[in-house]
């Protein structure tokens, strides 16, 4: 099979140039494009055409041809490394360290980057990640994490991947980021959705995880960032993971809009008031609205203005301890929460360090062995020696004997 670039194309023929600077005429290839390289074998050739004789138009042909070659050819390399780094989709995986992944059509990993601080340690430990694939990235990132006590059995890891170009709904990528955390541990826990644009352009203009604000949307039963349709089990573990920040967040953004109600122009020094400041103006004013009370029994009933204003106000501090009491006790349960982590955490260290410990301990009595068996070794040997050079000084000492009894039986004779 030989080589060529298409030149010209005609209903009969199809002209190409070859490697070797050679023009030869094939058989019409009607799928080819000019500028393509094709290949074709000696049956096709309709002739071997050199041309020996350029006419004008012939030559303002050839001109613009090799141009075009020429940009072609310059241009290809360039458009295969934009093609092959262009973003195909992006990757939000989010199990304590939160960590979103670009990916390209190759499923390689074209850029990472670290949502909190914990995926910041990972990532400053995960080596050589540019231009691998994403199965081999995201095993990397679940040996990091478990390595660094930031990944135990039985956690839930959440996938939320968007999807730049493509309009139906893939499952390839989550399909090969489950195979290889199910790979690496199948205790763990995982929920894979894909997520809307509206998700992923509220998650860039907020810089949170994309997994984040899918939570928010589905605690929240926000419609407007269309929330796609999850499985039961994806749904309950969403939930559960992000139940606790949702709700902190929610809990400070309702005592602010109360404190914005209550005082709407505030001024440079008296606007802000702290708690014990506030109970004890409700307190003062409760105390006018018993004695006004007090006053008007003997008058007729009648409520003014002002004594509304002020059962307001007294309502208003009751609702605002016990607004201040369920802050109390959601950040005392958070705290608690967290103490227990760290403890879980210290504890897998310490197993960490006891299961090194064993380890060494047994490579040295391992060691012990082998030389005790080194030196029981030696000793038998020297054993063995002494007893041959015994054996060897009995029998020559009873050959001497021997002799000597010969010799005495000579002298006896004579």
């Given at each position: 099979?030989?080589?060529?670039?298409?030149?010209?194309?005609?209903?009969?023929?199809?002209?190409?140039?070859?490697?070797?600077?050679?023009?030869?005429e094939?058989?019409?290839?009607?799928?080819?494009?000019i500028?393509?390289?094709?290949?074709?074998?000696?049956?096709?050739?309709v002739?071997?055409?050199?041309?020996?004789?350029?006419?004008?138009?012939?030559?303002?042909?050839?001109?613009?041809?090799?141009?075009?070659?020429?940009?072609?050819?310059?241009?290809?390399?360039?458009?295969?490394?934009?093609n092959?780094?262009?973003?195909?989709?992006?990757?939000?995986?989010?199990?304590?360290?939160?960590?979103?992944?670009?990916?390209?059509?190759?499923?390689?990993?074209?850029?990472?980057?670290?949502?909190?601080?914990?995926?910041?340690?990972?990532?400053?430990?995960?080596?050589?990640?540019?231009?691998?694939?994403?199965?081999?990235?995201?095993?990397?990132?679940?040996?990091?994490?478990?390595?660094?006590?930031?990944?135990?059995?039985?956690?839930?890891?959440?996938?939320?991947?968007n999807?730049?170009?493509?309009?139906?709904?893939?499952?390839?990528?989550?399909?090969?980021?489950?195979?290889?955390?199910?790979?690496?541990?199948?205790?763990?826990?995982?929920?894979?959705?894909?997520?809307?644009?509206?998700?992923?352009?509220?998650?860039?203009?907020?810089?949170?995880?994309?997994?984040?604000?899918?939570?928010?949307?589905?605690?929240?039963?926000?419609?407007?960032?269309?929330?796609?349709?999850?499985?039961?089990?994806?749904?309950?573990?969403?939930?559960?993971?992000?139940?606790?920040?949702?709700?902190?967040?929610?809990?400070?953004?309702e005592?602010?809009?109360?404190?914005?109600?209550?005082?709407?122009?505030?001024?440079?020094?008296?606007?802000?008031?702290?708690?014990?400041?506030?109970?004890?103006?409700?307190?003062?004013q409760?105390?006018?609205?018993?004695?006004?009370?007090?006053?008007?029994?003997?008058?007729?009933?009648?409520?003014?203005?002002?004594?509304?204003?002020?059962?307001?106000?007294?309502?208003?501090?009751?609702?605002?301890?016990?607004?201040?009491?369920?802050?109390?006790?959601?950040?005392?349960?958070?705290?608690?929460?967290?103490?227990?982590?760290?403890?879980?955490?210290?504890?897998?260290?310490?197993?960490?360090?006891?299961?090194?410990?064993?380890?060494?301990?047994?490579?040295?009595?391992?060691?012990?062995?082998?030389?005790?068996?080194?030196?029981?070794?030696?000793?038998?040997?020297?054993?063995?020696?002494?007893?041959?050079?015994?054996?060897?000084?009995?029998?020559?000492?009873?050959?001497?004997?021997?002799?000597?009894?010969?010799?005495?039986?000579?002298?006896?004779?004579y």
């Amino acid at each position: 099979m030989k080589r060529g670039v298409v030149v010209k194309q005609s209903r009969r023929s199809t002209i190409v140039l070859t490697s070797e600077g050679t023009f030869l005429e094939i058989s019409a290839q009607g799928q080819a494009e000019i500028g393509q390289e094709i290949e074709f074998s000696a049956q096709e050739l309709v002739r071997r055409t050199r041309i020996n004789h350029w006419t004008p138009s012939m030559k303002n042909f050839m001109r613009v041809a090799v141009l075009v070659l020429v940009f072609v050819l310059a241009l290809f390399p360039v458009y295969s490394w934009f093609n092959g780094n262009k973003a195909y989709a992006y990757v939000s995986l989010d199990f304590n360290p939160s960590i979103e992944l670009k990916v390209n059509n190759r499923m390689d990993v074209v850029s990472v980057a670290a949502l909190n601080e914990d995926a910041k340690t990972v990532l400053a430990n995960l080596d050589d990640w540019q231009d691998q694939d994403v199965e081999t990235v995201a095993a990397s990132i679940l040996r990091i994490s478990s390595d660094l006590g930031l990944l135990a059995d039985s956690e839930s890891i959440i996938i939320g991947v968007n999807y730049i170009e493509a309009k139906q709904e893939d499952k390839q990528l989550t399909n090969i980021l489950e195979g290889s955390i199910n790979g690496f541990n199948d205790t763990l826990h995982i929920a894979s959705y894909q997520v809307p644009d509206k998700v992923r352009e509220t998650a860039q203009d907020e810089q949170k995880s994309m997994n984040e604000i899918m939570a928010e949307s589905i605690l929240e039963g926000d419609s407007s960032k269309s929330v796609p349709a999850l499985t039961q089990s994806d749904s309950a573990i969403i939930k559960d993971f992000y139940k606790d920040d949702v709700e902190e967040d929610g809990a400070e953004a309702e005592e602010t809009s109360l404190q914005t109600n209550e005082d709407p122009d505030p001024e440079p020094v008296h606007a802000v008031t702290n708690s014990a400041e506030n109970r004890e103006k409700a307190d003062q004013q409760a105390d006018i609205v018993k004695k006004e009370a007090e006053q008007t029994e003997a008058k007729p009933l009648k409520v003014p203005a002002e004594q509304k204003k002020n059962e307001e106000a007294v309502r208003s501090r009751e609702t605002i301890e016990d607004k201040e009491k369920a802050k109390e006790a959601k950040k005392q349960n958070k705290d608690e929460k967290k103490r227990a982590k760290e403890a879980e955490k210290q504890l897998r260290e310490a197993q960490k360090e006891s299961r090194a410990k064993e380890k060494q301990l047994e490579k040295e009595e391992s060691k012990k062995q082998k030389e005790n068996q080194s030196n029981d070794h030696g000793n038998k040997s020297r054993e063995h020696e002494e007893n041959k050079h015994s054996s060897a000084r009995e029998q020559e000492n009873g050959n001497n004997n021997d002799m000597d009894d010969e010799r005495r039986g000579e002298n006896n004779d004579y």
